[in-house]
């Protein structure tokens, strides 16, 4: 946000410590978990406490008055708060990512986006929507599925192919939700992840003036980056691999809180029908949940080394394809690892960990379906990790360029 804006609009939230913030919202989160999942959406209440924290605005960049926080701090604060309510964290994650996106942008569309100071931002980055070229703009069509946390956001950064001469151009736009043109179709029936309230967003001939649109293929380069004064880390980020990080980090809360109350009640929940006075009497039981802790440990190290490269190594020097191979690989297997941990607390647990009344239950079946992702299909990213060994292909069509390939594998 511009300096001018700043003065006629709330200041951007200063949020020193934000994984101890969303800590301390655990209760209200958990207290609401139940609602959160039936009415589809973070309900009232905890997107009060969320908005009071100043949380949306962790990702903003200190020139907009933000604290320009890192992304694994990101990460973090996201995990903590799915901790709580794994729905909540996962629309928070979106809303707070992008909100952050629009904060970094020039006044030229700052001045556009935020009327009020307050304003969310939700992002569907399929393009799935159309756009034809008017004066002052574009007019804008389109069906955008798993728009996460739209209930809750005034506006969406939605990917579209925009008619041009030299044919269809790949671009996001900004798409103001409280226009009438706009409207959610509410469509989000889910096992699990019901909380996030991924439903579709639908435009309908919405004009979007031309400073609303960021052209995929006109950003400056990586290279260029790195010369350009008056940057802040985040403006580095590449694109590609902050999708999966973004996703990947309410499972790293959703595993920990399941960890959390396996581990809690083991020393007073029986094994029905064998010999131990409490399930911490077993040694293959206390095994299970050890192997489960290891599991989450390693996924954490995945993700810290997948964060390391974007806070780290782009601010020094342009990453690789291989490297951005490398990072959905990691997140591809750290969501593999967590999966497998969720359902390895739930053998410890018991058939009555999967009563309706157990907040466990919610836990492994929002992790269950989270960790399902497309963007984030373990065996077709370690696969990815493998060709861009090998020299192959790329096998995403985010990502085509995974080269090169490491010294040791082709000498």
């Not at 095994?287 to 996924?299: C, K, N, Q, V, Y």
């Not at 997140?331 to 967590?338: D, I, T, V």
Request: proline share 6%; aromatic share 6%.
């Amino acid at each position: 946000m511009p300096v001018e804006m700043m003065q006629t609009h709330r200041r951007v939230a200063q949020v020193t410590d934000p994984v101890r913030v969303a800590a301390s919202l655990r209760p209200v989160l958990e207290r609401y978990a139940d609602d959160c999942e039936r009415q589809r959406r973070i309900v009232a209440p905890v997107m009060a406490a969320l908005q009071e924290s100043g949380l949306f605005h962790i990702t903003a960049p200190r020139r907009a008055g933000g604290p320009g926080h890192r992304l694994i701090t990101h990460i973090e604060t996201v995990a903590e708060l799915a901790k709580g309510c794994v729905g909540t964290a996962w629309a928070y994650g979106l809303l707070s990512g992008i909100t952050g996106t629009a904060l970094a942008l020039p006044s030229s569309a700052t001045d556009l986006l935020f009327r009020t100071g307050d304003e969310l931002f939700c992002s569907a980055s399929a393009l799935t929507g159309k756009a034809v070229a008017v004066t002052g703009g574009y007019r804008m069509s389109g069906r955008w599925g798993y728009g996460s946390g739209c209930l809750h956001a005034d506006w969406a950064l939605n990917g579209v192919m925009v008619d041009t001469a030299q044919g269809g151009e790949a671009a996001m736009a900004f798409l103001d939700l409280r226009d009438a043109a706009c409207r959610i179709e509410n469509n989000w029936h889910v096992a699990g992840m019901a909380g996030s309230g991924s439903n579709m967003i639908v435009a309908d001939d919405l004009f979007v003036p031309e400073a609303l649109v960021l052209w995929t293929g006109r950003a400056p380069s990586a290279d260029l980056l790195l010369t350009m004064p008056g940057l802040e880390p985040r403006d580095r980020w590449p694109m590609e691999p902050l999708f999966p990080l973004g996703v990947l980090a309410p499972m790293l809360g959703a595993a920990s809180a399941l960890l959390e109350g396996v581990t809690q009640a083991m020393a007073g929940r029986p094994v029905v029908g064998w010999t131990y006075a409490s399930q911490a009497g077993s040694e293959a039981l206390v095994g299970l949940m050890g192997r489960a802790a290891i599991e989450i440990d390693s996924a954490w190290l995945h993700i810290r080394r997948a964060a390391e490269l974007l806070d780290d190594s782009a601010q020094q020097r342009v990453l690789t394809g291989y490297d951005k191979a490398q990072i959905q690989a990691d997140c591809g297997y750290a969501m593999e690892l967590l999966r497998a941990a969720g359902n390895r607390l739930m053998d410890v647990a018991g058939p009555g960990a999967f009563a309706l009344a157990s907040p466990l239950q919610r836990l492994w079946r929002d992790l269950n379906v989270g960790t399902r992702h497309n963007a984030l299909n373990a065996p077709l990213s370690i696969e990815l990790y493998g060709r861009a060994i090998a020299g192959m292909p790329s096998n995403i069509r985010l990502l085509p360029d995974i080269a090169p390939a490491p010294a040791w594998a082709t000498a």
